[in-house]
Structure formats: structure tokens, C-alpha cells
């Protein structure tokens, strides 16, 4: 079992930055590869980034290459996501998820069904 708790969501304007955390516990979180995806009002969730459990190797949608940046620290079981250049349709709760080399061997780093573990979310507001 892995325990995921996100924080660092707010209220912020266009154009500015925010960074999220997202703490680990439980097995051995170098094992997983960690994702954070989001889920506006009435929208599917969505991938939004992914880094593998080394750290060596990430994967960004589209919509956010060039504005996003995660980043691993498997000494303090935190990934993170800088994210600058805030656009008010980045507004949504953002989840963490951890996926096992097995499920990214499947399912590789952008599909929901890859990820056990998933964190409660928090709140992305970007206003314009």
C-alpha cells in the first residue's frame, strides 16, 4: 500500500506560479512512477504529467510542456509540480498517483488505469 497526500493548491492569477507536493508513505516509493493528473467541473480526469521511479525520465501533455515541471525526491518520498505561467483553464483538482513498473510496463505513463494509488486532490484556481 502506498498513502499519497497532495498540497500546495490555491487560489492564484494568470500568468502566476504555484507548487504542489505530494507526500508518500507506505512501500517503497522509488519503486513507482509517480503521475499527477486533473479533473476540472464536468470534465474526465486527465493526465497531466508523469516521472518515472528513478526520476530518469518524464512524460508531459501537451498542455502543459514548457510550463510544468515535476520532479522526484525519492530521499524525502515527495514529487512535485512547478507549475508557472498559470492559464485559468489550468483551473481543477489535481491528483497524485503512483504506478507500479509492472502497470507503466502495460499501460505506459498517461492512462488512469495504470495507477493503484491515488492521493484525496487538491484545489487549482487560476483566475483571469
Known amino acids: 500500500q502506498v498513502q499519497l497526500v497532495e498540497s500546495g493548491g490555491g487560489l492564484v492569477q494568470a500568468g502566476g506560479s504555484l507548487r504542489l507536493s505530494c507526500a508518500a508513505s507506505?512501500?517503497?516509493?522509488?519503486?513507482?512512477?509517480m503521475g499527477w493528473f486533473r479533473q476540472a467541473p464536468g470534465k474526465q480526469r486527465e493526465f497531466v504529467v508523469a516521472?518515472?521511479?528513478?526520476?530518469?525520465?518524464?512524460y508531459y501533455a501537451d498542455s502543459v510542456k514548457g510550463r510544468f515541471t515535476i520532479s522526484k525526491d525519492n530521499a524525502k518520498n515527495t514529487v512535485y509540480l512547478q507549475m508557472n505561467s498559470l492559464k485559468p483553464q489550468d483551473t481543477a483538482v489535481y491528483y497524485c498517483?503512483?504506478?507500479?513498473?509492472?502497470?507503466?510496463?502495460?499501460?505506459?505513463?498517461?492512462?488512469?488505469?495504470?495507477?493503484?494509488?491515488w492521493g484525496q486532490g487538491t484545489q487549482v484556481t487560476v483566475s483571469s
Open positions: 498517483a503512483a504506478e507500479t513498473v509492472e502497470a507503466f510496463a502495460q499501460y505506459g505513463p498517461g492512462q488512469r488505469q495504470g495507477y493503484d494509488y
Open positions: 507506505g512501500r517503497t516509493f522509488s519503486s513507482y512512477a
Open positions: 516521472i518515472t521511479w528513478s526520476g530518469g525520465s518524464t
